[in-house]
Structure formats: C-alpha cells, structure tokens
C-alpha cells in the first residue's frame, strides 16, 4: 500500500511539475517551445534466472508466474515538452492488461542543438517504476512445511511489487530531414520498493502455531540500462509535425530482494529475526514497440 | 426559480429531520456485574481454528480448553435457561437505538491456577501446577492474529474491561507439553480482584495416542 502510495505520490509531483513547466513554457518569450503526444503499443518481455528452492524463500522466484520468462503487452501514452531549446522533459505513462496507468517514466534529456540537422550528443535522466506481480510466494513454505498447515490464509497469495529505477545515460542523436534518431545507453540504480509479508502456520492434530514474518529491504542493484527512439515524419503543417515512433529498451541487472524473517513460536515474545540475503539472478527487461506522434 | 427554491428547502429540511430523527443518544453507563459462575468446556483444536466440542476426545498434542467467567444472570445464563423452558421460537430481544448494553464487572479475573489430576509426561506427575504449560487466547482482545498469549497477559486485558452485549470473559486455553498419558484431567481455579476464586474441572479426555 506504501508503494502505490509513492507512485501516487510520484505522479502528482510529475502532474506538478510538467504543468508548471508547461505554464512557463507558455509563457516564454522566444516561443520556441515545443509540445509533444504520442500513443505507442509496446511488448514487454521480462526475463530472470531462476534458482533452486533453499532454505529460505526467495522472492524473486515468485515473481510473475513462475516462469523464467514473462512477456506483456503495454499502451503507452506520451507527454513531452521542449521548455527551451536542447531541453526535453517527457512523461510515459502505461497501462497494461488491468488498463491501470500503475507504471510511469519521467526523463529529463540535454541535447544541445538538437533543433538543427545532423548528429548531437547530450545526455539523460530517466526515472521508470512500474509494477511486477509476486504470486503464491506460499508454495515455498507449502513445499517445505509439509507437516504443518502451511498457510493459514487460503486467499490467492499475490501482491504487486514495485520495481523503480533510475538511470543516467549519454544520448547520441541524428536529425534527419525525414528521420530522427536517439541512442542512449548507460548505468542505473534500481530497488525493490520494500514490503511486508506474513504467513501463519498450525500443527495438524496439535496446539503448535507459529507466525513467520518478512519485511524486504530496497536491495539495490547496479543496472544497465540502453533505449533507442525513431522519429519518421510523416507530414508537416506549420507547426505541427507527425508522424511514426519506434522505441526499444533495454534494462539488465542481477537483482535479489534481502528481508529480515522473523518467526514467532507460540507466542509473540517468543521471536527469532534474521536477516536473508539470497544469492542475486540475472534479469533483464526488454521492451519495444511503435506508434504515432504528434509535435506542436 | 423561486419555486424551485422553495421545493429544495423543504426537500433538504425534511432530509436534515429525518438524520436528526435517526441519529440516537446511547447511554454509555456500564451496568454492573459480578462474576459468580465458571464454566470450563473442551476444544477441537485439530483442524486449523478452534472450536467448542461436547467430545472428551483429544489428540495428545491438540489439548485444548475454553473457559467461561459470567453473571449467573446475565445473557449467557438467559440463553441456557431459555433453551430449556421455552419450546419454539425463543423471545427476541432488541436494544433500544440499537445501543449495545455495556458491562463492567465489579472485579475481574487477577490471576489463574491450573493443576493436572494426572500425570503428562515423566516430568510433569499428576497434582502440578501446569498453568506456565499453557498459553491462551482471548476472544475480542487485540493480538497478533494466529498466534497465542501468556496467560497472565490475556487476563490482564480483563481488568476495567467494558463488555458489550454480553458479560462474559471467555478465554481458550491450550497445552503445549505433548501428552504422553491416555488420560487429562484439570482443575482451573480464577482468582478475582476481591479476592473470591471461581474453580471448574475439566472431563476426563481421553487422549488419543497416535
């Protein structure tokens, strides 16, 4: 609840701050500012290593479905704006299958001159955080538990945790009089937004009951992260320009969510806490997809 | 216009009456009572919760016991009395307003004493305190859900407690000691703050040896 708090928190401050910039830029007097909308479909393919059960649950097992390979289908909707020239902020937001807008992008891109023809370098800001779904992280303790009730919640066990990350990447970019081009590659930071689990175990046939209780830390991991854009301008009126947009991304990493496990016996006093740092997996997330924009 | 604002004030006045009508005053004076009676009952705990069983049978580690303090005259002892006398549809009763009765009792549960008449193992022989051998639930007080309490501290949760409804203090009591015997049998004996002791044997269970 504290992560989709954040987003929240995060999409009001992105609200504010496009819209006081977009105020600004209104009110500029070169009048060179820029809007841009775009609507692009997107697949999202989302790949982890898995690794064999251990003593202690790993969550980035449940991630998804289980499977090694995740894949989804993304509408993406497009916000940005040139306030002054060489500068570019952009909102994504995407909605996926649950048509819930539970994923943003917010970047900010220096690209000195890029209003001529030719090739420019400058750099960029990106903040993503978009939502993966933990299923049925109780069939660990299911498997493992097998002589006490496992788990006393019979509800599907499923919660949405939030991966954010945060990247700086050069840009290397082509105008064309037709045909744009954006390379960015480069290091990030990514976390798990941390959260907390329960699970309430009894002995059939016996008295003993015990709770055990997970509460995950951020985990940080270095990320790289690379995304390609194609502008190809289809027609021009005045000041409007319009025309297809291609994207490509590409994040990779070894990730691993650390938590404190606390079991409780019997009684809540009766409490043993350690702290887990299961082995990282390599992960990584693909995604690309076209669609159209519109520049004003 | 003027029409218009004449119908929505009688509308809004009538829908102001009709909230001040249903909103009621609840006299939140707690009615006083003793605990006079004790009952003591058997639990199923086998399954995944707990529940009230007439069986004397228990599995060796599933022991388990809910004990009931209350007014010899108060709800509890009204449904028992009911149950016996009047065939039929029993007597409805609603509380005016819909207030729930709050009751306090005059003294409350201090301290519990619970002896085994037989032994429980090759430690524990019979006519021991085994009250540390239990923990306990109380029902309606805030715990870690799934887990259980002291026994100490579920009955310190009773002092100046308010009851709702019903003036019953109703706690689960549950062994923890495996039993190696074929036979339990307790006597719980509840100290209150004035001192007096309401005492109640459980039946003999019949353990059930796997």
């Given amino acids: 609840m504290n992560s989709l708090k954040n987003i929240t928190v995060a999409f009001a401050l992105a609200g504010m701050l496009t819209t006081s910039l977009g105020l600004k830029a209104q009110i500029g007097k070169n009048g060179n500012e820029t809007f841009s909308l775009g609507v692009h479909f997107s697949g999202r393919s989302i790949f982890r290593n898995p690794q064999p059960a251990g003593s202690s649950i790993d969550f980035m097992n449940y991630l998804g479905d289980g499977k090694p390979v995740q894949t989804c289908g993304l509408i993406n909707l497009v916000f940005g704006m040139n306030p002054v020239p060489g500068w570019t902020i952009s909102t994504t937001l995407s909605i996926?299958?649950?048509?819930?807008?539970?994923?943003?992008?917010?970047?900010?891109?220096?690209?000195?001159?890029?209003?001529?023809?030719?090739?420019?370098?400058?750099?960029?800001?990106?903040?993503?955080?978009?939502?993966?779904?933990?299923?049925?992280?109780?069939?660990?303790?299911?498997?493992?538990?097998?002589?006490?009730?496992?788990?006393?919640?019979?509800?599907?066990?499923?919660?949405?945790?939030?991966?954010?990350?945060?990247?700086?990447?050069?840009?290397?970019?082509?105008?064309?009089?037709?045909?744009?081009?954006?390379?960015?590659?480069?290091?990030?930071?990514?976390?798990?937004?941390?959260?907390?689990?329960?699970?309430?175990?009894?002995?059939?046939?016996?008295?003993?009951?015990?709770?055990?209780?997970?509460?995950?830390?951020?985990?940080?991991?270095?990320v790289l992260a690379a995304e390609t854009e194609v502008y190809i301008s289809l027609f021009r009126v005045r000041h409007t320009e319009g025309g297809l947009l291609l994207r490509a991304g590409s994040l990779l990493s070894y990730r691993q969510i650390r938590y404190r496990e606390t079991v409780r016996t019997w009684t809540a006093e009766n409490a043993e806490t350690r702290r887990v740092s299961p082995g990282r997996q390599f992960s990584s997330l693909t995604e690309a997809g076209g669609g159209f924009y519109v520049n004003f | 216009m003027r029409t218009f604002r004449k119908l929505l004030t009688v509308i809004i006045l009538f829908n102001a009456a009709r909230i001040f009508t249903s909103c009621c005053e609840c006299d939140e004076t707690p009615v006083r009572f003793t605990f006079r009676s004790i009952d003591v009952r058997n639990l199923d705990n086998k399954g995944e919760w707990a529940i009230v069983t007439a069986s004397n049978n228990m599995a060796p580690e599933a022991v388990a016991f809910e004990v009931s303090l209350f007014d010899s005259t108060g709800y509890f002892g009204y449904a028992a009395l009911q149950k016996a006398l009047l065939p039929g549809f029993s007597k409805a009763m609603a509380f005016r307003c819909d207030c729930s009765i709050p009751f306090q009792a005059?003294?409350?549960?201090?301290?519990?004493?619970?002896?085994?008449?037989?032994?429980?193992?090759?430690?524990?022989?019979?006519?021991?305190?085994?009250?540390?051998?239990?923990?306990?639930?109380?029902?309606?007080?805030?715990?870690?859900?799934?887990?259980?309490?002291?026994?100490?501290s579920v009955f310190s949760l009773a002092r100046d407690k308010i009851y709702y409804d019903s003036g019953v203090e109703t706690v689960q009591l549950f062994l923890m000691p495996e039993i190696k015997t074929d036979k339990a049998k307790f006597e719980i004996s509840v100290r209150l703050s004035d001192g007096r002791i309401l005492s109640g044997n459980t039946q003999t269970i019949n353990i059930r040896q796997q």
Avoid at chain 1, 123 to 152: C, G, Q
Wanted: charged letters at 20%.
């Fill in chain 1, 96 to 222: 996926n299958s649950s048509m819930a807008p539970g994923q943003m992008q917010i970047s900010v891109m220096n690209l000195p001159g890029d209003t001529l023809q030719g090739w420019h370098l400058g750099w960029k800001t990106s903040l993503v955080m978009f939502p993966r779904y933990l299923n049925e992280f109780n069939r660990f303790h299911i498997e493992r538990d097998s002589l006490l009730f496992a788990d006393l919640n019979h509800n599907y066990r499923q919660r949405l945790l939030y991966d954010a990350c945060l990247s700086v990447m050069p840009v290397a970019a082509f105008r064309g009089e037709k045909i744009s081009l954006r390379v960015a590659a480069g290091p990030g930071i990514a976390v798990f937004m941390p959260f907390s689990e329960r699970i309430e175990q009894k002995k059939p046939d016996g008295n003993f009951r015990r709770t055990i209780t997970y509460e995950t830390e951020a985990s940080p991991a270095a």
């Fill in chain 2, 106 to 152: 005059t003294s409350y549960p201090e301290s519990i004493v619970i002896k085994t008449f037989f032994a429980i193992n090759d430690t524990i022989q019979a006519g021991a305190d085994v009250t540390g051998c239990f923990v306990a639930r109380s029902s309606g007080n805030g715990t870690i859900s799934g887990l259980y309490q002291s026994v100490e």
